[in-house]
């Protein structure tokens, strides 16, 4: 078992005031250009911090956030997980690429759902259509569907949602073949395996946090009541609302079925299920719609389905969501606030209803709740339920007001706040609404920085992936994608440009930052934090960034 004590750091002296983190999400350093949302927003604030503050930059992608390559773009769930842990952690992609590497995937509960369909029964995946990497990877449903063949399974149906965000936007009729060539061999050999049900991301099914329910309630009528606009193809569906809403992102794709003979396919008693998605946020409220008793109120569910339902992973460990997973993720012990919590220091975090659970679930290492409900407050800001890009602004006034008052009250010694706006106005793709964003946030860190200094504490600014920094598509010389209009091509993912890293201490310590960690990224926070907090390292955590040796 891990020893959670830690002792007094013999080189710093303990902090005045409270030290402070501060995630400004989805905010990179990118080419500094004119597609550079975050180099043209007017951002006095953070321009001054960084110049006053002792600044570099860190990773926040790839195997220094413990995915499989470098290649891989960081996520808010990997990046909070890692910064919370203070070392690299293997992150579900990597976990999920290695159950599919040596089969493990396709024991357990996946033997579960196959052995109990029904006589007459199918299998139905379900998932985000992509392989950005972020929430899924399109190749695992694509070989989910060859193991379902060898294994005898007569019928599947594949209910899409497609992505536009991680992946360049409208490419969904790319995942679309891909997917349906997978399918073909086993359709001329008297397989019924097809496409039965398309919708955008953001409209079907893939709400968090429980900021909209509609959404999850618009997928479950597809799905299972078979409700929707009814095409023969999926790649005929897209076409159509491709035509008739002007500058349709593949997010927002309205949900439709794809029909044979004039007939929806939905999901039936006898019938199994696997949501293929690895990334636990946006699969929790879909588990709860399928596995909820009759206390469920979230949205009428109707008719609700006698099925075998599994996710890809093990998304709440302690809810236990879902009941049967393929892979499960690994729960991190001994994280920062775990540590925190132990010692006798008290914690406060807080962000809007998007991020909130990344900076609690994801950065207490996968884990609900708090490690002690005496020393941690957690507040959520209830964020807006419509399309962000048209209130920019978000709530960044909101979760300043909140940090504050508890900067004010000097009941905690560490406290750690996340600005949603680079990120969540950053997926629209659109340059305007994410400018208005990233200026929402320089003010409201102008205010923060106010109350920080008043009691004489610590800030440390940073970030947990690319996202504002880098609003089109680029080839490989860095220059801008056109689309067939000559326009550049807009951009809605995230970035695998390094974040910023920025430490301010009003108590005036007196330390630098280290010039020998070159490669530092996103599990070198924790351990910063620490020490900044004059306290010791534990011994599995990686380096701090700061000399503290006088």
């Not at 606009?229 to 309205?254: C, M, N, W």
């Not at 690895?278 to 979230?298: M, P, V, W, Y």
């Not at 430490?503 to 070159?518: H, K, T, V, W």
Request: aromatic fraction near 8%.
């Amino acid at each position: 078992m891990t020893d959670l004590h830690i002792n007094k750091h013999s080189s710093i002296p303990k902090a005045k005031g409270p030290v402070v983190v501060i995630i400004i999400d989805g905010v990179g350093i990118g080419a500094r250009d004119e597609f550079d949302a975050f180099y043209l927003a007017r951002t006095p604030v953070l321009e001054s911090l960084f110049e006053t503050g002792e600044y570099r930059t860190l990773l926040a992608h790839g195997t220094a956030v413990g995915l499989p390559t470098d290649g891989d773009l960081g996520g808010s769930e990997v990046g909070h997980n890692t910064m919370g842990a203070g070392r690299i952690i293997d992150q579900g992609p990597k976990l999920v690429d290695n159950a599919f590497a040596d089969d493990s995937v396709f024991s357990g509960h996946w033997k579960n759902v196959i052995s109990n369909i029904g006589a007459g029964g199918a299998l139905h995946l379900v998932g985000l259509l992509s392989d950005g990497g972020i929430h899924s990877n399109d190749r695992h449903m694509h070989q989910m569907i060859e193991r379902a063949r060898s294994e005898g399974v007569q019928r599947l149906y594949v209910h899409v949602l497609l992505d536009g965000r991680d992946v360049p936007d409208k490419t969904g009729h790319q995942y679309i073949s891909a997917l349906e060539s997978v399918m073909a061999p086993y359709c001329e050999a008297g397989m019924d395996y097809r496409i039965v049900s398309v919708g955008g991301r953001m409209v079907s099914v893939m709400d968090r946090y429980n900021a909209n329910w509609s959404v999850v309630e618009t997928g479950w009528n597809a799905m299972v009541h078979g409700q929707g606009p009814q095409f023969k193809t999926a790649i005929e569906g897209l076409a159509h609302y491709r035509h008739t809403i002007e500058d349709l992102s593949d997010q927002y794709v309205p949900a439709y079925l794809v029909v044979a003979d004039n007939k929806p396919t939905t999901i039936n008693d006898g019938d199994g299920v696997i949501l293929v998605n690895f990334r636990g946020d946006r699969a929790i409220e879909l588990c709860a719609a399928f596995e909820g008793k009759n206390d469920f109120t979230a949205f009428n569910r109707g008719r609700v389905p006698d099925i075998s339902f599994a996710g890809m992973m093990l998304y709440d460990g302690d809810l236990g969501i879902p009941a049967q997973y393929l892979v499960k993720p690994p729960r991190t012990s001994g994280c920062l606030s775990e540590y925190l919590a132990a010692n006798g220091i008290r914690q406060f975090a807080c962000a809007e209803t998007q991020k909130y659970g990344h900076v609690t679930y994801f950065w207490n290492g996968n884990r609900s709740g708090m490690f002690d409900s005496e020393l941690e407050e957690y507040v959520e800001i209830l964020s807006d339920v419509c399309p962000f890009e048209q209130r920019p602004w978000m709530k960044s006034a909101e979760t300043a007001d909140a940090l504050i008052d508890a900067i004010n009250s000097n009941e905690y010694q560490f406290l750690r706040v996340n600005f949603a706006g680079g990120d969540m106005v950053g997926h629209s793709g659109l340059m305007e609404p994410t400018i208005v964003a990233l200026e929402s946030i320089d003010l409201s860190v102008g205010r923060v920085l106010k109350a920080i200094k008043q009691v004489k504490g610590c800030v440390i600014l940073t970030a947990d992936h690319g996202n504002a920094e880098d609003m089109v598509e680029r080839d490989k010389t860095g220059q801008a994608l056109l689309d067939e209009e000559g326009a550049p091509r807009r951009r809605t993912a995230h970035s695998l440009n390094p974040v910023p890293f920025c430490i301010l201490d009003y108590a005036q310590r007196g330390f630098s930052m280290r010039d020998d960690l070159p490669s530092g990224g996103l599990a070198n926070l924790a351990p910063t934090i620490l020490e900044l907090l004059g306290i010791t390292v534990p011994r599995e955590y990686t380096d701090s960034l700061i000399d503290v040796s006088g």
